[in-house]
């Protein structure tokens, strides 16, 4: 475990946690009065994520390497329907909301559920499946501790996105949840497509 260890983990944990940082964003933008200990939830469950999927690619390959593989090339197509179905959800909810006249400038469109979370989790983070791949030659106790590296980073990561979608929602106000919803659309789409180029 040197200087190249720690970089490059260190660059894995900025690229893996992209996506779970502009889901915060929009997360915050649609719940914008939320407190700091239930930003700390979101991050934490986003980071508990990205350290456990590499965990679990890394075990793939040593010992499962033919069903890891198989269900690798779906794992794509699985953040795409979830971050979908969330974005959509997100969507309808807000336009519901809005309807009924019950969003005011300091409250929160759809509250996002412990359940809604964890998918959220799992969608911004399936991808990370992959990097079992990339730290295949590394040793059990150097896989946890790169995937402790990535945890960290996206912790923090995702409350800057937090905070960040707070101070955007406030100029948004009824639209902020529309936006969150079309934003994890987004994402979904670009992960799909990303991927449907990288294999031409």
């Known amino acids: 475990m040197n200087f190249l260890f720690i970089f490059n983990s260190v ?20 719940e914008s009065g939320m407190r700091f200990r239930r930003m700390c939830l ?24 033919s069903k890891f593989i198989f269900i690798n090339r779906f794992v794509y197509v699985i953040a795409f329907v979830l971050l979908m179905w969330l974005g959509i959800k997100m969507i309808v909810e807000t336009l519901k909301e809005n309807s009924e006249g019950l969003k005011t400038n300091n409250e929160a469109v759809v509250k996002i559920s412990i359940g809604l979370l964890i998918v959220q989790g799992i969608a911004t983070s399936i991808d990370a499946l992959s990097v079992g791949i990339a730290i295949a030659d590394y040793s059990f106790l150097q896989a946890v501790i790169c995937s402790l590296i990535i945890c960290i980073e996206t912790f923090f990561i995702c409350l800057t996105g937090l905070f960040i979608g707070k101070k955007i929602s406030g100029l948004l106000c009824r639209k902020a949840g529309i936006l969150g919803g079309l934003i994890l659309c987004g994402i979904g789409i670009e992960v799909l497509v990303s991927h449907f180029i990288a294999s031409i």
């Open 11 to 30: 660059m894995l944990g900025i690229g893996l946690a992209m996506d779970a940082f502009t889901v915060s964003i929009a997360n915050a933008m649609n």
């Open 42 to 65: 979101f991050a934490g469950v986003y980071g508990f994520f990205q350290f456990i999927m590499p965990v679990i690619g890394w075990t793939g390959i040593h010992f499962v390497i």
